[in-house]
């Protein structure tokens, strides 16, 4: 180790000065992009060069250091970079961004320089990677010996602040990461590597490292009885990475919030992802999902609340009813809730805008929305008191408009301002006298020159004198040497010679000259000084400024709700302590819409004490994936305060909603669609109570059919005897509709169809009892199999169906498949002639069937224990 520092010593000492300072810096950056400002350029050497010019797609190049050999260099315009720096960020990458703090002009040998701000997936303050309607969050994970974590988590952007504790295994991190959205996670350098790589090929989540997690001073505000002390650990790792790497004061930041997860209707990331709450499987956009449904907020910050409130459902039921109970008000009140949306539109981000003051890259422009949006403050307060209902008057009394600073902004700023604040013009006439004199003096000064030319010329008489203006030489008057004669002598000092021109200054240009000059320039540093003290007053409101934004967006969520509900005749749900779900011609939200003028077939659904399981059966494409979602989004719906697409819904309050929908394989951690089906199936019956929602969608597809179903009968024994929860299972499996006789609290259910001339048609409509038949290949006609493949699949159907009567019309090997055990000898069936019957080796082969316990089992030893028995079985 020390003869290779020796050695990078002796390297560097062959480099020119300005790159010794470059290798200084990076070597503190070795993780980001260097973006090392050299005049008007951000300049990159050696390894980040080459990199940066295959990301960015930018021409490398290459200057002499001092060394042997030329280094590799590329660089970005400073004005631009921006643009390069969010390409990076939106990669992965860090960008460290190390600028010229001195005068290069007045510098004694290398510029000084110095990183300013690292920018990271997590930290990013503007540009298009900052969702308007998401929240953009850097999170922090600790976790002690005894395996349980904590995680804080921070939108920089915004200045919000979360953490809650998680027990469990780690896919409770990773679950929760997911839910938020992590850009970023900071951990400590010993954190397992195996934890983070977790981290950053299931969450795309850059991984940092920061030491440091003392409670420096000023933390304490915002880390308020964060109790344990893990929790506090967590918070504090994540502001002092924040510090140190944003370099500046962020006044804006919130007291970080604790959360118990079990407080919320819970629902991990897969049966989130299953139910397209937020964004779609396939394309994995906002269109298609339920918050693009719900989506008629007129502000970002209710955007972003709307999201927040999707991922985390209520429990209590007062706090729900409250949110519905808003929302009826706005149903009954049309012009005022119209009212409040008009104004809602001219209301920009104060969250951000609050952001931007703290962090200190907010604009004139910046200033003059926040202007506008507080201008919109009284009257959306007097319409929510005029409503008079109890809960749209606790909202009006949050609503802060600030008088203050709405009163400093409209006397101060400009209302069409510069962009960038070191122009002039951003200040109003008669905010400060000083500025109101240069300005005076500027204006007056430029109206005398402008005068002087047509007086110069009436006293000399020479028609093409002019008066102009240049930056070395400043004001000068300017005559043809053929007019020089008709100067009045000892009036005009020659100021400069041109080919065929002097140029002249007088004693009153002179002097008019120092006055507009200096009036200019001091014009516009004063103006950047007042801006300045404008802006640090705006801090002193931005705790202020962010109770509003709360308040506002909680009314544009409410509001959005009320809307969505009017439009599509959705109906206040009413709950019921005694565990019933009752729900009359309920629609799928999203489907529905999607269809559009399209009538859309609704259903009933009724689960009590003695309906705890529908076992649903029906053929693929008829509907019975969509009912059972629309099941789950209407408890959704209900428990986050919104009415909900049925005529009638009585609910009880779940508590958590688990679903088995799909079949995908996880080709990150290496697991096939089975191994993911058990695992989520797992997920739900190890973590479900009476008062859960669990949707269970053809489990036991992954493998062959007597181990599906044997794992399907398992589970809804399991469910029905062990954990009592709402159930919806569909299946394939039509032997399982047998379970109803055994299991009280099962109750059958299919959706109809029907055949006319010999091809199906999808009723959608749920109906009592099993289906007849599976219809598959009328659905394989539908997709258009060729007619050999369908004819074939006719004949061996009809062979199987008929094999009990000896009309087995197949070749050997399909006549050895048809003599395999009925399906339905897994089933438990005591009464019936056939179990009187069976030998005591089958019965013992039952018996150890019914002793597996499949839930303590990987599902290798499942298939393992179900082979062997199988075995058993054929002799």
């Given at each position: 180790m020390i003869e290779k520092q020796e050695r990078n010593l002796v390297r560097m000492a062959a480099y020119t000065p300005m790159i010794q300072q470059y290798l200084q810096v990076k070597a503190e950056y070795q993780d980001a992009f260097l973006f090392f400002r050299l005049g008007d350029f951000y300049e990159m050497f050696f390894e980040d060069a080459i990199k940066a010019s295959q990301e960015l797609e930018i021409t490398l190049t290459s200057r002499d250091g001092g060394g042997d050999e030329k280094i590799p260099m590329c660089g970005v315009p400073y004005h631009s970079a921006s643009t390069y720096i969010e390409q990076l960020i939106d990669k992965g990458y860090k960008v460290a961004i190390c600028e010229q703090m001195e005068d290069p002009k007045l510098a004694k040998g290398v510029v000084k320089r110095e990183v300013i701000q690292l920018i990271t997936p997590g930290t990013l303050m503007e540009g298009k990677s900052l969702a308007e309607k998401e929240n953009h969050y850097i999170a922090s994970v600790a976790s002690p010996a005894d395996g349980n974590f904590a995680i804080a988590y921070i939108d920089l952007s915004t200045g919000e602040g979360r953490a809650c504790l998680l027990e469990g295994p780690f896919e409770e991190v990773l679950n929760?990461?997911?839910?938020?959205?992590?850009?970023?996670?900071?951990?400590?350098?010993?954190?397992?590597?195996?934890?983070?790589?977790?981290?950053?090929?299931?969450?795309?989540?850059?991984?940092s490292f920061e030491t440091d997690t003392a409670v420096k001073e000023g933390f304490?505000?915002?880390?308020?009885?964060?109790?344990?002390e893990l929790l506090r650990l967590a918070a504090a790792r994540l502001l002092n990475y924040l510090f140190r790497t944003q370099k500046r004061s962020l006044d804006h930041l919130q007291p970080v919030e604790m959360y118990e997860v079990r407080r919320f209707l819970n629902i991990d990331y897969y049966s989130k992802r299953n139910l397209e709450l937020t964004e779609t499987i396939r394309g994995q956009g906002k269109k298609g999902s339920l918050l693009w449904l719900l989506d008629e907020t007129m502000t970002a910050m209710g955007g972003r609340l709307l999201k927040q409130w999707i991922g985390r459902p209520l429990l209590k039921q007062e706090k729900i009813e409250a949110r519905l109970q808003m929302v009826e008000t706005f149903l009954n009140h049309y012009f005022e809730r119209e009212d409040i949306r008009e104004r809602l539109k001219e209301v920009y981000d104060l969250e951000r805008l609050a952001g931007r003051v703290a962090?200190?890259?907010?604009?004139?422009?910046?200033?003059?929305?926040?202007?506008?949006?507080?201008?919109?403050?009284?009257?959306?307060?007097?319409?929510?008191?005029s409503l008079e209902s109890p809960e749209s008057k606790k909202l009006a009394a949050l609503l802060d408009p600030c008088e203050e600073l709405t009163d400093l902004l409209e006397r101060a700023i400009e209302d069409n301002p510069p962009v960038s604040v070191k122009e002039g013009g951003m200040i109003r006439d008669g905010y400060n006298e000083e500025l109101d004199r240069y300005r005076d003096a500027s204006k007056n000064g430029k109206q005398w020159i402008a005068s002087l030319e047509r007086d110069e010329r009436e006293r000399t008489g020479i028609k093409s004198l002019k008066v102009g203006y240049n930056r070395v030489f400043g004001y000068y008057i300017e005559v043809t040497k053929a007019n020089l004669h008709l100067l009045e002598e000892g009036r005009y000092e020659r100021k400069q010679t041109l080919a065929n021109a002097e140029r002249f200054i007088t004693p009153e240009l002179k002097e008019k000259e120092a006055l507009i000059l200096q009036a200019e320039e001091r014009m516009i540093d004063l103006e950047y000084e007042l801006f300045t003290e404008i802006r640090a007053h705006v801090k002193e409101f931005i705790p202020r400024l962010q109770r509003l934004a709360k308040a506002v967006s909680t009314i544009d969520v409410l509001q959005s709700f009320a809307v969505v509900s009017?439009?599509?005749?959705?109906t206040k749900p009413v709950f019921r302590e005694d565990g019933v779900l009752k729900i009359t011609?309920?629609?799928?939200?999203?489907?529905?819409?999607?269809?559009?003028?399209?009538?859309?077939?609704?259903?009933d659904c009724l689960m009590d004490e003695n309906r705890e399981i529908l076992l649903i059966t029906g053929p693929n494409m008829s509907g019975k994936s969509t009912y059972m979602r629309?099941?789950?989004?209407?408890?959704?719906?209900?428990?986050?305060?919104?009415?909900?697409?049925a005529r009638e819904a009585e609910l009880p309050v779940f508590d958590r909603i688990f679903t088995r929908i799909g079949a995908a394989d996880d080709l990150i951690s290496g697991q096939s669609t089975f191994m993911v089906e058990m695992l989520e199936a797992k997920n739900a019956i190890a973590n479900a109570t009476e008062r859960s929602l669990i949707l269970f969608d053809e489990i036991g597809r992954g493998t062959s059919t007597y181990d599906g179903m044997a794992l399907a009968q398992a589970m809804i024994e399991y469910i029905h005897d062990e954990i009592g929860a709402?159930?919806?299972?569909?299946?394939?499996?039509?032997?399982?509709?047998?379970?109803?006789?055994?299991?009280?609290?099962?109750q059958n259910v299919h959706v109809s169809a029907m055949e006319q001339n010999g091809k199906v048609v999808f009723l959608h409509k749920i109906k009592e009892g099993p289906a007849d038949k599976s219809y598959g290949i009328h659905?394989?006609?539908?997709?258009g199999l060729p007619e050999q493949v369908i004819r074939r699949a006719e004949k061996i159907l009809h062979a199987l169906e008929n094999q009990d009567n000896g009309e087995t019309q197949m070749n050997p090997p399909e006549a050895a498949a048809a003599t395999e055990p009925a399906q339905l000898s897994f089933f438990e069936e005591p009464e019936t002639p056939r179990q009187k019957t069976v030998e005591a080796k089958e019965r013992k082969v039952l018996k150890q069937i019914r002793e597996l316990d499949l839930l303590e089992m990987t599902p290798l030893a499942a298939m393992n224990a179900l082979y062997e028995i199988q075995k058993k079985l054929k002799k």
């Open positions: 929760e990461l997911a839910s938020i959205g992590a850009k970023e996670a900071v951990v400590d350098p010993e954190f397992p590597d195996e934890y983070a790589r977790l981290m950053k090929n299931t969450g795309n989540i850059t991984i304490e505000r915002l880390l308020p009885q964060l109790e344990p962090f200190g890259n907010v604009n004139a422009r910046d200033l003059i929305q926040l202007k506008c949006s507080l201008q919109q403050i009284p009257g959306i307060r007097a319409v929510m008191e009017e439009k599509r005749h959705y011609e309920g629609r799928h939200p999203v489907v529905e819409k999607v269809l559009d003028s399209q009538s859309y077939v609704p259903n629309q099941i789950a989004l209407t408890v959704i719906l209900a428990q986050i305060g919104c009415f909900v697409p709402k159930t919806l299972f569909s299946t394939h499996y039509h032997e399982l509709t047998a379970l109803s006789a055994e299991l009280g609290k099962l659905v394989a006609k539908l997709a």
